[in-house]
């Protein structure tokens, strides 16, 4: 296997390489594919340690420690919101970082390029090279500032990660998301948002949505492409508005964000920018990669080269 890193200089026996693993991720699919992951390090020879984590704060708490010890490749197992959680810890240390999807939605893997297995991942990332890739920063009404990888929202979708990571949590994937999203939909008022844009020329937009998104990646919610056009290593995020929709404009809209994304329609609002600032009409919460963060009003920015992770080439 010829490899586009010399993972030599940066893996040792004194400072393996860490895979931080979230059990319960993907329903327990991330616990089940670890005895597979563990045997795969073995066979290449590269020197791993594998720690458990149960909550986000342990995990954080598990990376800074290990940065602070030297090591020099840390790894996430799970979904966006595991990564979230390395990443978070890791941003500004320089360490070299890597995801091998194991979640319910793992969209930020696939906006890197990575297949959907956990072990054809870590397949490509030993074969890939280092990337520098943007991530976002919201800070929250009560001041909180937090990155996440993927997406972000207010409205129906903050809503509907409560179901995802409760009710129906152990729901394969993209089912996972649209159940969630259709239940949180029953009795669900629509908010009315005026989304600004500082630093830029971009008018204000003021409108009655189902959501109101700002995504780092083409797609969120395991594979719907709310915001196609959206790269990872651009400088940009892309905010994205949906219009108050009744149910059965909701089920027309999903095989269209399932396959491209590609909608021109008025009901969806698609804006590039540089730094969003979101507005309520009533509380509510924002959520980045599914995890909540905290109330509204929020201002979020894209942060340039956040982080460099393991990535197949770009072609």
């Known amino acids: 296997m010829t490899n586009h890193v010399d993972f030599s200089s940066i893996v040792s026996r004194e400072f393996p390489a860490v895979v931080f693993v979230n059990p319960a991720a993907g329903g327990g699919r991330a616990g089940a594919h670890l005895p597979r992951i563990r045997k795969f390090f073995e066979t290449h ?3 791993t340690e594998i720690v458990s984590t149960t909550s986000t704060g342990e995990l954080e708490a598990r990376v800074r420690e290990c940065i602070g ?17 390395l990443a978070n810890a890791a941003f500004g240390s320089g360490i070299l970082l890597g995801v091998l999807p ?5 969209d930020f893997a696939a906006a890197l390029g990575l297949p959907e297995r956990p072990i054809a991942a870590a397949e490509a990332i030993l074969r890939g090279q280092p990337r520098w890739v943007d991530l976002v ?4 009404a009560e001041g909180r500032e937090r990155l996440y990888v993927g997406g972000g929202g207010v409205g129906l979708d903050a809503e509907a990660a409560g179901y995802a990571s409760g009710a129906y949590r152990r729901f394969p994937g993209r089912l996972r998301y649209v159940a969630a999203a259709l239940r949180a939909l029953r009795g669900f008022e629509p908010l009315q948002v005026r989304a600004e844009f500082p630093g830029s020329e971009l008018p204000s937009l003021e ?5 109101a998104g700002v995504l780092n990646t083409p797609t969120y919610g395991a594979g719907l492409r709310l915001a196609p056009e959206a790269q ?25 964000l399932m396959h491209s994304g590609n909608l021109r329609i008025p009901e969806v609002k698609r804006i590039r920018a540089k730094r969003v600032k979101l507005t309520t009409s009533r509380s509510c919460m924002f959520h980045g990669d599914g995890e909540i963060i905290g ?6 920015e894209v942060v340039p080269r956040a982080v460099q992770m393991l990535a197949p080439e770009v072609s």
Do not use: C, Y
């Open 45 to 47: 020879a590269l020197p």
């Open 69 to 85: 010890k030297g090591h020099r490749l840390l790894l996430a197992m799970g979904g966006d919101g595991t990564f979230q959680g």
């Open 102 to 106: 194991a979640g319910g939605g793992n």
């Open 137 to 140: 920063r919201v800070r929250t």
């Open 207 to 211: 409108a009655r949505v189902l959501l």
């Open 232 to 256: 990872i290593s651009d400088g940009w995020i892309d905010a994205v508005f949906v219009d108050d929709l009744n149910l059965w404009g909701v089920l027309k809209l999903l095989p269209r």
């Open 295 to 300: 109330p509204a009003p929020v201002e979020i």
